[in-house]
């Protein structure tokens, strides 16, 4: 069955706007985050974005609205959570390296809690908390040694990553806890890696948390919070037939296999989930080049734009929107001067020409955020549904 392509009514209004740029459909992040707020609230769970997924204004406005709070990982991202008007009470703080300065951001701003990942993390902090006079609302984050089968390059919570505090750091963990007098422990956190696409990973990481909990409370060690990070993955594969994610089997699954003590309340960060399906990478056609090998489309848009081919082979649905020729198969391939600046390998596309609009699909997380001016690039703009309804042909 042929799906209606999403992007469909708003092409005439593509080809009026200069390329590369970057698409949202706004009424499809406003259902996202509708579904995943009210499969949420079923249990009393409490959600952070992840900033780093998308940190563009109008995006963070429906997330606001939704009363979702954000999970940070620099300083300049705490900031911009308070600038986009994000309550300090609902922002968290992660991160594997944060300097003095940020710390002290978090600090002066009186942040949910600033999730250390390292003991030596909870050293520093304690010590800024000191010389700011203040008690300090921190979690720790624990690696919890589980494979999430995802990309080796998005996976967080393997012995080896350098995410989290270790089971055999307990020992000194509990007695840094004990002795820190600027700290308070309110949260303990985990979050395993990004795009995690199998169920039964969740439910592994929820039996590990347990066990993790069970055993921080017999060393005396008890909290009011506790957060499962991120990671649920989207399906790049189907952008239009599949465009929000089961949020409802994701949350059925903490609830049902996540010991929960009483009094504490359930966080999550999730970022991908609520923003990939909505963005899209639009791009123009600029050459085919037919080799004896291989068939070339060349597009205006290249890995400073959508990095994440590049950074971790992943995989984006690519579709033509101006033709419907009969197929080809074709490398959609970008302009900069590296052998990785390419979208797909063997993509079918209808015969393609100069001119020809291409949607790089599910661009929403991680897309704009990872831009940079690699061959003096300039960055793409964004354009949003609800504005764009207006631009004629
Ligand atoms: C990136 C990140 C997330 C979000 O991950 P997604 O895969 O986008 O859901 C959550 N928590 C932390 C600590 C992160 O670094």
Redesign the pocket.
């Known amino acids: 069955m042929q799906t209606l392509n999403l992007l469909q009514k708003y092409i005439p209004a593509f080809r009026t706007l200069k390329t590369p740029f970057y698409f949202y459909d706004m009424e499809l992040l406003q259902r996202t985050v509708n579904a995943c707020k009210q499969a949420m609230s079923k249990y009393g769970y409490h959600e952070h974005y992840?900033l780093?997924?998308n940190n563009n204004a109008p995006v963070l406005k429906v997330i606001r609205e939704a009363g979702f709070g954000i999970?940070c990982?620099s300083g300049n991202e705490v900031l911009w959570a308070i600038r986009q008007g994000f309550p300090v009470e609902k922002i968290v703080y992660?991160g594997v390296g944060k300097t003095d300065e940020e710390i002290n951001t978090a600090i002066g701003h009186n942040i949910f809690c600033i999730?250390c990942e390292s003991t030596q993390e909870i050293d520093i902090v304690n010590r800024l908390a000191a010389e700011a006079g203040k008690t300090v609302a921190i979690s720790v984050r624990l690696n919890p040694a589980i494979d999430p089968h995802t990309h080796e390059y998005i996976t967080?919570g393997l012995e080896e990553n350098k995410f989290g505090i270790s089971e055999w750091e307990f020992g000194v963990m509990v007695e840094k806890l004990k002795t820190a007098t600027h700290l308070q422990l309110i949260a303990v956190h985990v979050?395993l890696g990004?795009?995690i696409t199998e169920a039964p990973i969740f439910q592994q990481l929820c039996t590990r948390f347990n066990q993790l909990q069970e055993k921080l409370r017999q060393e005396g060690i008890t909290v009011a919070h506790v957060n499962m990070?991120?990671?649920?993955g989207v399906d790049y594969d189907n952008p239009d037939s599949c465009p929000i994610v089961d949020f409802e089997s994701y949350f059925a699954t903490f609830h049902e296999h996540l010991k929960v003590y009483e009094g504490q309340t359930v966080h999550f960060?999730?970022?991908?989930?609520l923003v990939a399906p909505c963005g899209s990478l639009i791009t123009k056609t600029l050459y085919v080049k037919n080799g004896q090998k291989k068939n070339f489309v060349v597009v205006d848009a290249g890995m400073t734009d959508l990095l994440r081919p590049a950074l971790y082979q992943a995989h984006h649905a690519i579709q033509q929107l101006s033709s419907q020729k009969t197929a080809e198969i074709y490398d959609v391939v970008g302009p900069i001067c590296e052998s990785s600046d390419f979208f797909g390998k063997n993509i079918s596309l209808p015969q393609t020409q100069r001119g020809d609009l291409i949607a790089i699909r599910t661009a929403g997380?991680y897309g704009q955020t990872m831009n940079m001016r690699y061959n003096l690039r300039n960055l793409p703009d964004a354009y949003y549904s609800d504005e764009i309804k207006n631009v004629q042909k």
Do not use: F, P
Not at 229 to 232: S, V
Not at 269 to 273: K, P, T
């Open positions: 992840a780093k997924a999970d990982v992660s999730n967080t979050h990004s795009q990070g991120g990671g649920l960060e999730l970022g991908r989930a997380a």
